[in-house]
């Protein structure tokens, strides 16, 4: 069983790196608030990434974008993402981002801020949506497409189960060791985006495959 989809997934969505924010955007909340929070961020989490996994060829098939140029672009994100991730930041991080800003207005206003910016684009952005199209174009037989689609419950899972414990969390790992694990998943992610695009590459120009054999 290829475990290469769900341990990129992780290592992009990265819920522990997304506690802070959590914990910044849920201040003032009472715990039924937080609860809320947390249900609609890990089920919006498992419907950007099944639906993704469902639709994200048709739609490529409808802009007529050739996978193979779809897998350079994402492994390019993928790997712009790594190394936000390198430097301790979320695989979606936007510096000076707007977005963070309209997120704590409305939770200023008291509406949920659980789909954005905590779903999108903190856990699932363009490198968590490309990635899914990529390996969903791989599931060949309906038992593989509906692995991809138990990968979108790992995923819920992991965000409800960070998001749920995110003070004990944070008070266990602090700052260090968020930033500690962040940085292990980029180095993972790095490795992960060079290959997505080698395939890409080769596929685009195959002379690439014969000029430069794999070792």
């Not at 990265?14 to 003032?28: D, E, K, R, S």
């Not at 395939?199 to 120009?205: I, K, M």
Request: proline share 6%; net charge positive.
């Amino acid at each position: 069983m290829d475990l290469k989809p769900l341990i990129s997934l992780l290592a992009i969505v990265n819920p522990l790196a997304i506690v802070p924010f959590f914990i910044h955007y849920t201040q003032g909340f009472n715990e039924e608030q937080k609860r809320q929070t947390v249900r609609t961020a890990a089920i919006s989490t498992f419907f950007v990434i099944s639906g993704c996994a469902l639709l994200g060829l048709q739609v490529l098939s409808f802009f007529n974008i050739s996978l193979q140029s779809f897998q350079v672009g994402g492994g390019m994100l993928l790997l712009i993402s790594a190394l936000n991730m390198l430097n301790a930041r979320p695989a979606e991080d936007k510096p000076n981002s707007a977005t963070f800003e309209a997120g704590a207005e409305k939770a200023a206003m008291g509406n949920s801020i659980a789909v954005v910016p905590l779903t999108i684009p903190l856990l699932t952005g363009p490198a968590a949506m490309s990635t899914v199209v990529i390996y969903a174009n791989q599931a060949h037989t309906i038992w593989q497409h509906i692995v991809l689609l138990g990968y979108g419950v790992v995923l819920a899972g992991a965000v409800w189960i960070c998001f749920s414990l995110a003070e004990p969390i944070s008070r266990v790992l602090g700052k260090t060791g968020i930033n500690v694990m962040t940085r292990l998943f980029g180095l993972i992610l790095a490795a992960l985006a060079v290959e997505v695009m080698a395939v890409g590459l080769t596929r685009l120009f195959p002379i690439l495959a014969t000029r430069y054999p794999p070792l």
